[in-house]
């Protein structure tokens, strides 16, 4: 499994709650049945446990390897009550997965009653293969949903009729904001494989706008980005309200910076961006005054291979 | 070259991810410079650096790049952990010096991103 099927298992035991996943037509038995009905009950179930249930609440749970102890022993009584394992531990619906799941990792437990809350009554139970059932349920249907949304999106140009399409995107992207850096990039980048853009042109246009995203934050108060998609070309829009750049010649030069130790601490700042951004881009144009801000504009074709 | 072999060139732990047998790198970028690394690296590449922070995964998430190997023995900050979580992206660290981890795997066949 990849990285991302790890990262959602995670994401998953975390969010999903006891009560999500449990078996909830749950099988069970009153303690004082006979062990030779508690057979019956597992053989015509083919289970190898069930919860002991008296007045609806959890009183013991018995397994398949009491029932061969009671077979080889035959001592002491013959009902369920006899040879089950009292004082039960229980999870409540409410609780997370992640609670059940070190429980049967601590404590060795091949199964959970579930209970509710208020009155302690049975209302699941939950094995490792129920926790495992659910969760290649819920990853199915995320791969699923991603799958559904990759075809919607790919078609999205065939499916308009208009004489002309483009789709529009919007970011904003606030200064000094360092942790979500490339965000943006990142965002644009998945939406623009979704659409079916080739990789080539798709990963232009990513590393453009992430060198761009990263000078908003960290030369800039913040500013907005906008990506034009139409069939033959990706436009992109930087801009900014200041401080702007007094000599973009200079700007381009390769190596020429105004960064200061942060930013390149960061690993950036280095002259390298604008350029960059040039070298990834079909058209690029920058307009900038200095106290009022700079535009970008870029453009990637989309045949340019 | 399979993930695998690198990761034992290199003497390498894993920090996060899993190495999959059907990854095969061919090509190597070594850079602590971000800027720098989006001008020369190859999708699909390995990265060698010594930043830890989590540009270093957003970068490599921009340029293609799937596998990041941190030298002398840096730990990735926990955010950087969680990013490449979710960017499906395999850290791993060694504790050789950036001109030693270069040289091992130039000697083991890899190519440089810059070579045609």
Redesign the interface.
Known sequence: MNNAGIGKIQELIYDLSVGDVMKKDVISISPDISMYKLKEVLRKNRISGVPVVKNGCSVGIISIEDLINWLTKKSAGSSVKDWMTKNVVTVYEDEKLIQAISLFDQKGYGRLPVVERKEKKVVGIVTKGVIIESLLREIEIDYHEEEIRRYRMSHFFEDVTADSVTIGLIYQVKGGDVMNGGTVAGNIKKTLKRLDIKPDIYRRVAIAIYEAEMNLIFYTDGGEVSVYIKPESICVNVRDHGPGIPDVKDALRLGFSTAPNWVRELGFGAGIGLNNIQRCSDKMIINSTVGRGTILDITVNMDTL | MKLEKIIKILDAEVC???V?NDWDIAMVGAS????????FIQ?DALLL?G?T????V??A????VKVICFIRGKKPTE?TIKL???????LFKTQFSMFKACGLLYRAGLADCLQK
């Not at chain 2, 922070?53 to 270093?56: A, F, G, K, L, T």
């Open positions: 996060c991810g899993t999959r602590d410079l971000m800027s720098d690394v989006l001008t999708p650096t930043l922070n989590p540009q270093v957003r970068t998430d921009v340029a293609e955010e490449a979580y979710d960017k499906e992206i395999v």
